[in-house]
C-alpha cells in the first residue's frame, strides 16, 4: 500500500440482513454390503500395542476397509488441522518455557512485533521504526480497503457473538500510514508496549461521531487484535460516556477502568477465536506491565477470568448499568 493511501469507509450496523437456508444435498446410499476382510498375521507369543488394540479398530484387528483413514488425514490437513499445540508440544519445548525463554531473552534474541515468533537467519523485515517482521507476518499484511472492512465487520459481529456488545450506530475508519497519523492526532497516541502486537490505532468520540483511526500496512493478526481493543473503547464511548448521570471516575482511575477492559477483550477474543499462541504471548507481556493496561488489565481478569477456550466466555466485563469493576 502507498504511504499516501488514504482509505475511508463507514460501518453501519446491518439490523435487517435476510438470512437463506442452503440447499442440502442428498447423501449417497450407504454400501451395507459385508466386506471380506483378511486378518493380520500376528506372532501370538507377541502381546499387541495399545495403538494394534484400540487405535480405530474397534476391538477388532483390522483396520475398517470403510474407513479412509489417509483421505481423512489429507482433507484435515488441507483445511488447517495441522501443526496444532499438541503436534508442537510433541515436537519441541512446551508452550510455558517457550514463552518464559521469550520474556528472559527478548534483549538479545530478535523476535517479531506483530505474532512474537522468534527470528532466525536473515529472512524478515525491518522496518524504519525499528520494528521486526517475519516473512509470515509479511504475506499476510492487508492493503486495501476491502480487506480492512471485512475484518472490522467480523470482529464487530463476534464481539456481539462472544461478549453481547451491540454497535447501533455507524463507525468511519479511517486507515493512514504512521507519520499522517501521529500528525492529524496532534501527539502520540497512548502507552502501547514496545513489544505489544497492537498496531498504532485510536477511537475518537466527537459528539457522537464516532471514527477509528488504524496505522496502514500491517499483518492480518495485528488488525484483528487492534480492532478488537478500539472497538472496545467506541462501545464504552456509545454506552458509557453518551449517558447523562452515568457515574463517572477520576482521569486516573478512568484509564485503569477503560484501557484495562480493552486489553481484556482484545487478550480473550484472541483465545476465543482460537488464536491462542498470538494470545498467550499478549497475555504474558501485558501481565508484566506496570502502566494503565498491564494493572488495568489484572484487575479485570481477576474478577472475569479468562476463557481459554475457542467460543466460549461466560463472564463479561461489557455492562451497561454500572462500571464493570466491582
Avoid at 508452550?95 to 530478535?110: A, G, M, P
Avoid at 529472512?123 to 516473512?135: I, N, Q, S, V, W
Avoid at 498504532?200 to 488488525?223: H, M, Q
Wanted: some cysteine; glycine content about 8%; hydrophobic content about 30%.
Amino acid at each position: 500500500m502507498n504511504e499516501e493511501t488514504n482509505l475511508v469507509e463507514e460501518l453501519t450496523p446491518n439490523t435487517n440482513e435476510n438470512v437463506t437456508e442452503e440447499e442440502v444435498s442428498e447423501t449417497e446410499p450407504v454400501d451395507t454390503k459385508e466386506t471380506t476382510e483378511q486378518p493380520i498375521e500376528q506372532d501370538p507369543s507377541r502381546p499387541k500395542k495399545y495403538h494394534e488394540r484400540y487405535y480405530l479398530l474397534y476391538g477388532d484387528g483390522n483396520t475398517k476397509t470403510k474407513l479412509d483413514i489417509k483421505g481423512t488425514a489429507a482433507f484435515l490437513q488441507q483445511i488447517g488441522f495441522d501443526g496444532g499445540e499438541l503436534a508442537q508440544a510433541r515436537k519441541g519445548e512446551s508452550k510455558s518455557e517457550q514463552y518464559q525463554k521469550f520474556t528472559e531473552n527478548r534483549n538479545t534474541q530478535l523476535y517479531c512485533s506483530y505474532c512474537g515468533s522468534e527470528i532466525s537467519g536473515v529472512e524478515f523485515d525491518r522496518l524504519p521504526d525499528g520494528r521486526a517482521r517475519c516473512t509470515s507476518c509479511s504475506k499476510s499484511l492487508v492493503q486495501t480497503k476491502k480487506e480492512v472492512n471485512e475484518i472490522c465487520k467480523r470482529v464487530m459481529d463476534n464481539l456481539e457473538l462472544f461478549f453481547g456488545a451491540q454497535f447501533n450506530q455507524s463507525i468511519s475508519i479511517e486507515v493512514l500510514d504512521e507519520r499522517r497519523l501521529k500528525k492529524k492526532i496532534g501527539g502520540a497516541i497512548g502507552q502501547i508496549d514496545d513489544n505489544s502486537l497492537l498496531i498504532l490505532g485510536v477511537a475518537i468520540n466527537e459528539k457522537g461521531k464516532y471514527t477509528i483511526l488504524l496505522e496502514n500496512g500491517a499483518p492480518r493478526i495485528s488488525i484483528i487484535a487492534t480492532f478488537a481493543h478500539e472497538l472496545t473503547h467506541i462501545w464504552q464511548y456509545m454506552n458509557w460516556d453518551s449517558k447523562k448521570g452515568f457515574p463517572k471516575c477520576s482521569p486516573k482511575n478512568r484509564l485503569l477502568i477503560y484501557e484495562g477492559m480493552a486489553k481484556w477483550v482484545e487478550i480473550q477474543y484472541l483465545y476465543l477465536i482460537g488464536e491462542s499462541t498470538v494470545a498467550k504471548r499478549e497475555e504474558e507481556i501485558t501481565r508484566r506491565r506496570n502502566d494503565e493496561y498491564g494493572i488495568g488489565f489484572r484487575i479485570y481478569e481477576n474478577q472475569y477470568p479468562l476463557s481459554y477456550e475457542a467460543m466460549t466466555c461466560d463472564q463479561t466485563p461489557f455492562t451497561t448499568d454500572g462500571y464493570p469493576i466491582k
